[in-house]
């Protein structure tokens, strides 16, 4: 199993451009998350998904979308960046069987956003 | 709302030297408290699930304890390698989403 992948690693944005933040997971896991990560703020999330066609927000969902077509994937889509969009993106996924315990989060590799 | 306080914010030791990393919440029924380990430039990595006061797990150099109000990392004989950023999770059972709360992390450096 690869786990949960992300794309792009790295990423440059004028203000004011779009962009797709690509995650994948193969593990059949129904909940998925995108968090971003400032220095020493910790987790902030951002949007999630408890199966594919449901989302909802986050904490911190504005100037962000995403859709939940399948189960292996979320995409998360900024629209119109902006400089405080700046940070590490990260995709995670996690499975519950909903009277069960829910298992821990397994982490992607993350996406270093920089918006200039 | 649920609210999860690391501490302290960071840590800095001699190889050798033992400590405990702090995790304060305050939930609404604890469905589960999780313990992440995470290194530069990469994401968190699971290390421990606890779910009820008194229990506890450990691994290698690490042991996790829980109580009512908080969980306790602790690091006996810390090699450089244990350097890194230790996040704690909560999950509460009431609420319905089940969507975990996040601390800030503690930034544990230890020198050779």
């Known amino acids: 199993n690869a786990g949960v992948t992300q794309t792009p690693k790295f990423r440059i944005l004028k203000i004011g451009q779009s962009m797709t933040l690509q995650c994948t997971q193969d593990?059949?896991?129904?909940?998925m998350y995108w968090y971003r990560q400032d220095p020493g703020m910790g987790l902030k999330l951002i949007y999630y998904?408890?199966?594919?066609?449901?989302?909802d927000k986050g904490e911190v969902p504005n100037g962000y979308n995403v859709s939940r077509s399948t189960t292996e994937d979320f995409p998360l889509r900024l629209e119109l960046a902006a400089p405080s969009q700046t940070s590490v993106y990260f995709c995670a996924s996690s499975y519950d069987a909903g009277a069960q315990v829910h298992n821990e989060q397994f982490f992607g590799p993350g996406t270093r956003l920089t918006v200039l | 709302e649920d609210q999860v306080t690391q501490s302290p914010e960071a840590l800095r030791l001699q190889e050798g030297e033992s400590s405990s990393l702090n995790c304060s919440y305050t939930v609404s029924g604890l469905r589960g408290l999780f313990w992440y380990r995470q290194d530069p430039g990469k994401g968190p990595e699971f290390l421990f699930t606890?779910?009820?006061a008194g229990e506890e797990k450990e691994k290698e150099r690490l042991k996790a304890t829980l109580t009512k109000k908080e969980s306790f990392l602790h690091i006996t004989a810390p090699k450089p390698e244990d350097s890194a950023t230790y996040l704690c999770?909560?999950?509460?059972?009431?609420?319905?989403?089940?969507?975990?709360?996040f601390g800030r992390g503690t930034s544990l450096i230890v020198h050779p």
């Open positions: 593990m059949n896991h129904n909940y």
């Open positions: 999770a909560v999950q509460a059972s009431e609420g319905g989403s089940y969507i975990p709360t």
């Open positions: 606890l779910y009820s």
């Open positions: 998904s408890v199966g594919a066609g449901i989302t």
